[in-house]
């Protein structure tokens, strides 16, 4: 999706801050899971905030994969709708 998104330099940018947040995710869980594990006292409370991260996430990228797709069909009708306007014209 970023290749369709972004152009030249811009995709390299996207992608850099994409690894970035990737990083910074794997960071939060090596430091906050020994605080869950002792909060709880064992697995159960890291494996469902990981679990609920996992969801919210593919939430997100179901509702993008919505949004590019309904932005496409209306790309498309302008297109359209531009290229019989320079036609009569």
């Not at 960071?27 to 906050?32: R, T």
């Not at 919210?56 to 019989?84: P, W």
């Amino acid at each position: 999706m970023e290749a369709f998104w972004f152009k030249g330099t811009e995709v390299a940018l996207a992608m850099s801050i994409d690894t970035s947040l990737s990083n910074l995710g794997t960071v939060l869980n090596d430091y906050s899971q020994p605080k869950f594990y002792n909060m709880s006292g064992g697995l159960s409370l890291g494996m469902w905030v990981g679990f609920l991260t996992c969801v919210f996430s593919m939430a997100i990228g179901v509702g993008t994969y919505i949004f590019d797709q309904r932005r496409e069909v209306h790309d498309k009708r302008l297109n359209i709708v531009f290229d019989c306007f320079m036609e009569s014209h």
